[in-house]
Protein backbone atom coordinates (compact mmCIF):
# COMPACT_ATOMS: atom_id res chain seq x y z
CA UNK A 1 0.00 0.00 0.00
CA UNK A 2 1.62 3.62 -1.21
CA UNK A 3 1.75 5.22 2.62
CA UNK A 4 0.97 8.98 0.98
CA UNK A 5 -2.72 7.44 0.83
CA UNK A 6 -2.77 6.34 4.28
CA UNK A 7 -3.30 10.30 5.51
CA UNK A 8 -5.97 12.47 5.04
CA UNK A 9 -4.92 16.70 5.19
CA UNK A 10 -7.51 18.47 6.69
CA UNK A 11 -7.88 21.69 8.59
CA UNK A 12 -6.98 22.69 11.86
CA UNK A 13 -9.86 22.62 14.27
CA UNK A 14 -9.82 23.79 18.09
CA UNK A 15 -10.29 20.01 19.03
CA UNK A 16 -7.44 19.52 17.66
CA UNK A 17 -4.68 21.90 20.11
CA UNK A 18 -3.60 19.08 22.65
CA UNK A 19 -3.03 16.51 20.20
CA UNK A 20 -0.82 19.11 18.31
CA UNK A 21 0.72 20.11 21.15
CA UNK A 22 1.90 16.45 21.74
CA UNK A 23 3.09 15.80 17.92
CA UNK A 24 4.84 19.45 18.47
CA UNK A 25 7.11 18.27 20.87
CA UNK A 26 7.24 15.00 19.14
CA UNK A 27 8.83 16.00 16.19
CA UNK A 28 11.64 18.18 18.22
CA UNK A 29 12.24 15.31 20.30
CA UNK A 30 15.70 14.70 18.90
CA UNK A 31 16.56 17.92 18.02
CA UNK A 32 14.93 19.91 21.20
CA UNK A 33 16.97 22.73 20.58
CA UNK A 34 15.13 23.80 17.62
CA UNK A 35 12.02 23.68 19.41
CA UNK A 36 10.05 25.48 22.08
CA UNK A 37 12.13 24.83 25.32
CA UNK A 38 9.39 23.94 27.38
CA UNK A 39 5.50 23.22 26.93
CA UNK A 40 4.57 26.98 28.01
CA UNK A 41 6.84 28.29 25.44
CA UNK A 42 5.15 25.49 22.51
CA UNK A 43 1.82 26.26 23.82
CA UNK A 44 2.86 30.16 23.17
CA UNK A 45 4.34 29.76 19.91
CA UNK A 46 1.23 27.09 18.65
CA UNK A 47 -0.75 30.12 19.38
CA UNK A 48 1.22 32.28 17.12
CA UNK A 49 0.93 30.25 14.37
CA UNK A 50 -2.67 30.15 14.87
CA UNK A 51 -2.42 34.31 14.03
CA UNK A 52 -0.50 34.04 11.58
CA UNK A 53 -1.02 31.88 8.56
CA UNK A 54 -3.34 31.46 5.46
CA UNK A 55 -3.00 27.93 5.18
CA UNK A 56 -2.95 25.61 8.61
CA UNK A 57 -3.32 22.02 8.11
CA UNK A 58 -3.10 18.93 10.03
CA UNK A 59 -2.45 14.81 8.62
CA UNK A 60 -4.51 12.73 10.32
CA UNK A 61 -4.71 8.72 10.47
CA UNK A 62 -7.03 6.11 12.25
CA UNK A 63 -4.43 6.70 14.96
CA UNK A 64 -4.60 10.76 15.17
CA UNK A 65 -2.71 13.47 13.94
CA UNK A 66 0.53 12.35 12.35
CA UNK A 67 1.73 15.55 10.97
CA UNK A 68 1.03 19.40 10.25
CA UNK A 69 1.73 22.34 8.23
CA UNK A 70 0.90 25.74 8.83
CA UNK A 71 2.11 28.93 6.14
CA UNK A 72 1.10 32.20 5.63
CA UNK A 73 0.97 33.38 2.15
CA UNK A 74 0.74 37.37 3.03
CA UNK A 75 4.15 36.87 4.75
CA UNK A 76 7.07 39.89 3.86
CA UNK A 77 10.60 38.63 3.96
CA UNK A 78 12.96 41.20 5.48
CA UNK A 79 13.73 43.19 2.47
CA UNK A 80 9.66 43.88 2.55
CA UNK A 81 9.30 41.36 -0.52
CA UNK A 82 6.02 38.84 -0.18
CA UNK A 83 6.87 35.46 0.33
CA UNK A 84 4.88 32.36 1.05
CA UNK A 85 6.42 31.44 4.63
CA UNK A 86 6.11 28.14 5.82
CA UNK A 87 6.31 28.78 9.42
CA UNK A 88 5.93 24.96 10.53
CA UNK A 89 6.27 21.61 9.32
CA UNK A 90 6.02 19.14 11.97
CA UNK A 91 5.65 15.28 11.42
CA UNK A 92 5.54 12.97 14.24
CA UNK A 93 8.83 10.70 14.13
CA UNK A 94 6.92 7.19 13.57
CA UNK A 95 5.73 8.76 10.04
CA UNK A 96 9.62 9.99 9.03
CA UNK A 97 10.17 8.57 5.62
CA UNK A 98 6.77 7.33 4.38
CA UNK A 99 6.01 10.33 2.68
CA UNK A 100 4.08 12.60 4.58
CA UNK A 101 6.17 15.35 5.04
CA UNK A 102 6.60 15.38 1.34
CA UNK A 103 2.66 15.38 0.88
CA UNK A 104 2.13 18.29 3.86
CA UNK A 105 4.98 20.19 1.93
CA UNK A 106 2.90 20.11 -1.30
CA UNK A 107 -0.29 21.14 0.24
CA UNK A 108 1.67 24.23 1.15
CA UNK A 109 3.37 24.85 -1.91
CA UNK A 110 0.41 24.62 -3.78
CA UNK A 111 -1.54 27.45 -1.66
CA UNK A 112 1.20 29.50 -2.13
CA UNK A 113 0.70 29.66 -5.66
CA UNK A 114 -3.21 29.73 -5.80
CA UNK A 115 -2.31 32.89 -3.84
CA UNK A 116 -0.46 34.11 -6.58
CA UNK A 117 3.05 34.07 -5.04
CA UNK A 118 5.98 32.79 -6.96
CA UNK A 119 8.15 32.19 -3.79
CA UNK A 120 8.35 30.32 -0.82
CA UNK A 121 10.56 30.34 2.72
CA UNK A 122 11.45 28.94 5.95
CA UNK A 123 13.98 28.62 8.19
CA UNK A 124 15.30 25.45 9.12
CA UNK A 125 17.84 24.70 12.03
CA UNK A 126 21.85 24.73 10.85
CA UNK A 127 22.36 20.83 12.43
CA UNK A 128 18.74 19.46 10.92
CA UNK A 129 20.88 17.91 8.12
CA UNK A 130 17.67 15.39 8.02
CA UNK A 131 15.47 18.47 7.40
CA UNK A 132 17.92 20.59 5.34
CA UNK A 133 18.27 17.90 2.76
CA UNK A 134 14.69 17.12 2.57
CA UNK A 135 13.84 20.69 1.71
CA UNK A 136 16.43 20.98 -0.95
CA UNK A 137 14.86 17.37 -2.60
CA UNK A 138 11.93 19.98 -3.30
CA UNK A 139 13.77 22.69 -4.83
CA UNK A 140 15.05 24.97 -1.53
CA UNK A 141 18.46 26.46 -1.19
CA UNK A 142 19.91 28.53 1.65
CA UNK A 143 20.40 32.00 1.16
CA UNK A 144 21.35 32.73 4.49
CA UNK A 145 22.92 30.78 7.56
CA UNK A 146 23.44 31.30 11.35
CA UNK A 147 21.84 29.11 14.22
CA UNK A 148 19.00 28.43 11.27
CA UNK A 149 19.28 28.88 7.88
CA UNK A 150 16.93 30.54 5.86
CA UNK A 151 16.05 28.66 2.84
CA UNK A 152 14.10 30.20 -0.21
CA UNK A 153 12.36 28.57 -3.73
CA UNK A 154 11.37 30.35 -6.41
CA UNK A 155 9.61 29.14 -9.91
Known amino acids: MNARVAWRLRPYR ?4 EALLALYAQAYRAQPQYGEADEAHARRYLRWLLR ?12 GLAGF ?24 PEHWGQGLGGQLLEAGLAHIRQQGLRRAGLWVGKDNVRARAF ?7 PVAEGFWVRMEKSW
Not at 14 to 17: I, K, L, N, V
Not at 135 to 141: D, L, P, T, V
Request: proline share 4%.
Open 135 to 141: YARYGFQ
Open 52 to 63: HHTFFQVAEDAA
Open 69 to 92: IVVDAQWRDRQGRPVGEIHELAVH
Open 14 to 17: PQDW
